[in-house]
């Protein structure tokens, strides 16, 4: 019990010496150190913290032995305190770090997502900080959200310049407009050399053509997917039945609708407002999926006819000399089909890439003989 009451009044004269630290930050507003006083700040916001969890130890050993807790109140009131001085001085350090990188560094550089997350962020917060500190804190609290306040107000000019579909007939343009050297090192271009330059008083023209290379972008990645699914799509085979020489295409339905579904999605391309830059790539994906239609259409025409003869009319099949004799018209049809199934049975599996096939009129030309 004596270590107890020992160690509890140690504990009250180190509340004493907490409090008068956490009471001289109200006089602290050292601009030029915010990094010290952001370590200084957090160093004392945790002995704060680790007095709070001494406390509560020595009212638990109070506990123990049935005697009455002793209050520790002023320990909430400076932990309350010393809050939003250490979100100050936090938020401060965090800025002269971000504000070197976003007005000096190259503007592609940093992360613009979470620039904007961080900045309308921490205004807020540091209007509810400004409710809460006094004398120079206050003040710094105030400009450093009066910063913040007007670095918001370049966020405009950064998305245009950060848009990923710029190309280099955008950028014709906004050379045009601003009347920026063509020559200009566009991948070190920084906040400030565009503020120096005036750049803040083209932004309705910059907006327009940014947004215009952002809604060609859209269409660009559009084709770029279709190319990536068209360019490595393969035609799939399986034997006409187990143990058969001759195959036929696995699944039919699925190229059909996805050649469809693509088609489809060229149209409404082919109409859009933004597909100039891209009317090439269209035309070509146009073109070259009307020869994949034909290709299946002549494909499966001709599939379907060898799967309803071969059972009746395929060397593989027993008695099918007897069917061919009684069946003569039918037979020689079959003849035809199954000479030029034999031989796409033989090739095609070899280089099975839809578009390659598809660009083989000759042997589609087979095919619709066939059908």
């Known amino acids: 019990r004596e270590a107890l009451v020992r160690h509890r009044t140690q504990f009250l004269d180190k509340i004493k010496e907490l409090s008068a630290s956490v009471d001289t930050w109200n006089l602290i507003d050292g601009v030029d150190d915010v990094h010290d006083n952001a370590s200084a700040v957090k160093a004392i916001a945790d002995m704060v913290k680790e007095a709070m969890d001494e406390g509560a130890k020595i009212n638990k050993d109070e506990r123990l032995i049935q005697w009455a807790e002793t209050p520790f109140d002023e320990l909430e009131v400076m932990a309350s305190t010393i809050q939003p001085y250490e979100q100050l001085w936090n938020l ?23 620039m904007e997350k961080w900045i309308p962020q921490n ?18 609290a105030a400009e450093l959200q009066q910063r913040l306040e007007e670095f918001q107000r370049h966020m ?17 343009k906004i050379f045009k407009v601003t009347g920026l050297a063509p020559d200009l090192d566009k991948s070190q271009l920084t906040l400030e050399q565009l503020l120096g330059m005036g750049m803040s008083s083209y932004l309705p023209q910059l907006i327009e053509i940014t947004d215009i290379a952002s ?45 469809d579904d693509t088609i489809l999605k060229i149209q409404t391309l082919s109409v859009s407002a933004y597909v100039r830059p891209h009317q090439e790539r ?12 034909v290709l299946m259409d002549a494909w499966i025409e001709t599939q379907s006819k060898y799967v309803y003869l ?25 003849i035809q089909v199954d000479a030029v199934w034999h031989k796409i049975s033989e090739e095609v599996p070899k280089m099975p890439r839809i578009l390659e096939v598809a660009g083989r009129k000759a042997l589609i030309s087979e095919l619709k003989e066939a059908s």
């Open 123 to 140: 205004v807020q917060l540091l209007s509810i900080v400004l409710q809460k500190v006094a004398s120079g804190p206050a003040l710094m």
């Open 215 to 259: 809604k060609e972008a859209v269409l660009e990645k559009t084709l770029d997917k279709l190319s990536a699914m068209w360019s490595a799509m393969e035609l799939e085979f399986r034997p006409w039945r187990p143990g058969s020489k001759s195959m036929i295409l696995n699944d039919t339905e699925e190229i059909t609708n996805k050649v």
């Open 282 to 293: 269209v035309l070509y994906w146009a073109q070259n999926l009307q020869q994949v239609q």
């Open 310 to 334: 071969a059972p009746l009319f395929s060397a593989e099949v027993l008695g099918a000399e007897v069917i061919m004799r009684q069946m003569p018209i039918e037979g020689n049809k079959f």
């Open 92 to 114: 401060a350090n965090e800025f002269s770090h971000h504000y070197a990188l976003w007005m000096f560094g190259p503007i592609f550089a940093f992360n613009l997502e979470e």
């Open 156 to 172: 405009p000019l950064i998305r245009c310049m950060r848009v990923t579909g710029l190309r280099d007939r955008h950028w014709t």
